[in-house]
């Protein structure tokens, strides 16, 4: 098993900015990939971004290229995402989660290739 835990969420207004992370732990060897997902109320859940175990490889939804960024620093096991630019559509609960799958193209944008989620964390931009 592999456990996620997200933090730095929180209410920022619009044009700000917000640093999220992701501490994961446990079977942490048999990770290949992890993503952010964002879920609005009354909308399914949706990619934002993803890196591969090593952070050599990212990939990002259009909504969010050139605002945000992910990063991984791999002697924590931490997964961050900076989020520039916050936008009120960007409000949402973000999840991080992993894959012990080599994630590629579309692969990356279904949540059914994600084995791990963790709780989520709440980010509000004010307009």
């Known amino acids: 098993q592999v456990q996620l835990v997200e933090s730095g969420g929180g209410l920022v207004q619009a044009g700000g900015s917000l640093r999220l992370s992701c501490a994961a732990s446990g079977r942490t060897f048999s990770t290949q990939a992890m993503g952010w997902f964002r879920q609005a109320p009354g909308k399914e859940r949706e990619f934002v971004a993803g890196s591969s175990w090593t952070g050599g490889f990212t990939y990002y939804a259009d909504a969010v290229r050139g605002r945000f960024t992910v990063s991984r620093n791999n002697a924590k096991n931490i997964l961050y995402l900076q989020m520039n630019s916050l936008k009120p559509e960007d409000t949402a609960v973000y999840y991080c989660?992993?894959?012990?799958?080599?994630?590629?193209?579309?692969?990356?944008?279904?949540?059914?290739?994600?084995?791990?989620w963790g709780q989520g964390t709440q980010v509000t931009v004010s307009s």
């Open positions: 989660a992993a894959s012990e799958s080599g994630l590629y193209g579309s692969r990356w944008l279904g949540l059914h290739e994600y084995d791990y």
